[in-house]
Every structure is written in C-alpha cells, then in structure tokens.
C-alpha cells in the first residue's frame, strides 16, 4: 500500500484526534531496528525520540521470548503461572524492600488510575495534588490529574479535588536560579506543595495522594532539585497522604546509575507507590503499579476483588522478564551513563556557541536543550524549535520537542543508543543550529551547566 492510500485510510477511518509526529508531512514506518526506524523507501532514520522501545526496537531477545511463550500459554492471571510472580519478584527486587507488591495492568494510564485507587483506600481521602504541566495518562482519572491536558483544555477543566503545586524547574519556573542565587530551591518548592497542604486543612478537605513524575518529560525535561522530594514527601505523609512516583517514562534504568529514577535523590526518598510502563514491554503493552504491603492490605479491604483481563498476561510477564535480562546483559544502565555523559557534554559545547540554547539539563539517556530567544530573558523559542525538529527530520533523525511553550528539545532514544549515534546527532544538531540561529561569540553569564 502506497503512503497516500495509507493516508487516505487513516483519515476516513481513524478518530481525527489521533495525532501523528511531523503530520503536514508523516513517515510511514515499515520496520525498524535497534535504535533505527526505516520508511517505505528504505530510508534509515535514526530515532531520539523512542524510550518505548527501552532496549530497541524489535529486541532478538524480547521477540523470541514473547513468541516462544505465545505459542505455549496465554490465559489471564486468574490461572495459576509461573510468569508473573517471577516478574513480580524481579521487578520488587530492584525496589527498596517496603515496595513489595505488584498490581500487573496494560498501560501506565492505567498504572496511574489504579494508584489512585489504593491511595483512597488507605488514606480515606479524596482528593490529590500535582505539579504544574504533569502529565500522567489518557484515562478520564488520569487526565484529571495531567495540568498538561487540562491547561489547555477548559472544558471540562480542573476537578475540585485536583489541586496544582508549581512545577519545581529552576531555569523557568516560581523560583528561578539567577533570581535566588545560594538559595535552597528544592525547599522553596517544596514550600508550595505545603502551602497547598494547609490549604486543604483549612477548607476541611482530605488528601490521598501526591503525584509527581521523579523527572518530568512532557513538562520540559525537568530535574527537580536537590532537598525538593525529601521535603515534599515528609510534608505529604504529616497531612495523611501517599507518594506515588510515576516512573512509566523514566525508569528502567534510563537514569543510568539507578534503576528508578527516585533513586537519584537519596535513600530517604521511598515513595509509597510506584507506577511504571512503556519501557517495560519494550513496545508491548504491559505496565504496573508497585506498593506497600500496607497499602495492598488497605486495598484489598475494601474491594472484593482486584482483576484485569490481560494485567498480568503470561505473554506480557514473558516479555517484560526478557527485557530486565537485556538490560542487565547488555549493560545498558552502564550505557546510559557513559553516552549520556558524552551526549550532554555535546550539548553543552554546542550552548557556547548558540545562544538559542539557554540551558542544558539531564540525566542519563534523558537530557533536555531548552530553547530562547534571549537568554537573559529566557523567553522561550517555540518557533524555533519547530524548524529545528523539521531540519532533523530532514537529515533523518527524528526529535521530539515538549515542555508548556513545546521549546524543549528531548532526547530520550532507546538505550541502545551508541557514540556512534552520539557523533552523528551532534553534528547534524550543529549544521541545523547554524541555519537556523546562526553563531555566538559572546555568552552572557547566565549560562547554566547543569
């Protein structure tokens, strides 16, 4: 079928609101490797912005497995398998040991929905806080609780139980680096969050649960700072209210030194649910939420019964045990943090010499370039960033821009992801930069490593 009649078919019969990357002029994708995509033509593109596809796109490993364990059983998990308490234990081994209990589900929508659900189960109460441009699923809970859908979406808007704390970025958010310098901004942060906490108190009004991505993706690449979770979690649990910690986009190693992204900000920082998909399956829908022993006992009092269909399927179990094997025998959170390093420091050499880009900020195989016009403005540079999406598309490589103003360039490839690669990127980054912003010699001082 030719790319026109795939179009055409698309548009009489898929939902109008089903969007597609580069939509005045898609790819179609007929295959794809590693960390490479190829279209219709055979065109190779080189993808930035996969973290579905963890270890890489159609894994040896990760196919044989789920084929091997098709073709022998796939039943629901009212059947007794060996599948998913293996996976079950696999998973609550990489965790601090009070995440002991698993709930097996299909998406990280529905990981995200689900916790809500044990949240109000054990603390009784209704209502929940997030941070600002968050973005935590497409059920109808889940998008309650994404600003990032509803900011934009007056209709139906905010829920009153949703109540939003600032998004805690030091480079364009409440409290900004250059305007409070030596300042403890993690606490200044987390402040608000407590703010919101008393809030609640005074209107009489009970919390369940804080959410919070451990680094948030849709809203810019966003590493909250140090003291920031540590202080937030203590105020949240003195109010009667749970942690979660969505990891559904950055975990499974993507971070490099740890497995959750959590991790990074020190051993007193232990949410009390944990959620987690896409690079789970690899590209196969599986995903899960992750709890206490306490909270799974809460649950479990006040619902009969707990199932999902295909959560927890013997094929999706099969799956998601090939792709921790790959992730340990290939090394790729050791990958991480050696071509990320390598990755970032590109970047950083290339803001010396381009003032559009104002900062540079990650971790791992996920790093953020945010775009201005000015940098001691900050004024972000949405446009700009369009042009240099389609300038890499153009070379084949394909980016991806996010964030409140879409200015924020993302790099979140499959772990897989080489020097190689990494030359390749920067140097195409370069050439397109040049057209479309042109050289720097003179970089104000408020440039900021991070």
């Known amino acids: 079928m ?20 580069f939509h005045s ?48 059983l796939n039943t629901n998990s009212r059947f007794l398998h060996d599948s998913i308490v293996e996976l079950a234990k696999r998973l609550t081994d990489t965790f601090p040991s009070k995440l002991s209990k698993c709930y097996f589900v299909n998406s990280g929508s529905e990981a995200n929905d689900l916790a809500l659900q044990l949240a109000r ?21 889940a998008m309650d609780l994404s600003p990032y859908k509803f900011n934009v979406n007056p209709r139906p808007g905010k829920p009153d139980w949703i109540h939003v704390a600032p998004s805690p970025d ?23 969050v407590q703010d919101v906490l008393l809030g609640l108190k005074q209107k009489g009004r009970q919390m369940c649960a804080y959410y919070a991505e451990s680094m948030q993706s849709c809203g810019g690449q966003v590493i909250p700072p140090p003291n ?49 998909g896409k690079p789970m399956g690899n590209g196969h829908p599986v995903a899960a939420v992750v709890t206490t022993k306490e909270i799974a ?28 094997d790959v992730i340990k025998k290939e090394g790729l959170q050791e990958k991480a ?13 290339l803001q010396s010499r381009y003032s559009i880009i104002g900062d540079v900020r990650g971790v791992g195989m996920f790093i953020g370039m945010d775009l201005v016009k000015d940098r001691d403005t900050r004024q972000p540079a949405t446009q700009e960033a369009q042009h240099i999406l ?33 030359d390749h990127l920067l140097k195409t980054l370069d050439l397109v930069f040049a057209q479309v912003s042109g050289s720097t010699k003179d970089i104000p001082s408020t440039v900021r490593e991070s």
């Open 25 to 72: 002029d898609p790819l179609k994708i007929v295959q794809a490797s590693g960390q490479y995509m190829y279209d219709e033509a055979g065109n190779r593109y080189l993808d930035c912005i996969n973290n579905v596809c963890h270890v890489g796109h159609c894994h040896p490993d990760v196919v044989q497995a789920g084929t091997k364990q098709m073709a022998t």
């Open 390 to 422: 389609a300038g890499l598309k153009k070379e084949r490589i394909l980016y991806s821009a996010d964030g409140p103003y879409r200015n924020v360039l993302k790099f979140k490839p499959p772990m897989c992801f080489n020097i190689s690669d990494a």
């Open 121 to 141: 189960a054990h603390t009784k109460g209704w209502d929940a806080i997030v941070l600002d441009h968050a973005y935590h699923g497409h059920l109808t809970t």
């Open 228 to 276: 920031y979770f540590k202080n937030v979690y203590k105020y949240v649990r003195e109010a009667g209210g749970v942690c979660v910690a969505d990891e559904v986009q950055v975990g499974f190693g993507r971070v490099g030194h740890h497995m959750w992204a959590f991790q990074m900000y020190g051993e007193d920082v232990i949410p009390d649910i944990v959620t987690i």
């Open 2 to 21: 030719s790319k026109e009649e795939t179009l055409k078919l698309r548009q009489r019969h898929i939902g109008q609101s089903c969007k597609l990357f």
């Open 337 to 349: 943090v050696k071509v990320g390093k390598y990755v970032k420091e590109g970047f950083q050499e």
């Open 297 to 324: 006992e809460s649950f479990a009092e006040v619902e009969m019964e707990y199932f999902n269909t295909y959560g927890g399927n013997p094929v999706s179990c099969a799956i998601a045990l090939a792709v921790l």
């Open 170 to 192: 030091v480079y364009r958010g409440k409290y900004r680096d250059i305007d409070h310098p030596g300042k403890d901004l993690g606490k200044m942060y987390a402040d608000d």
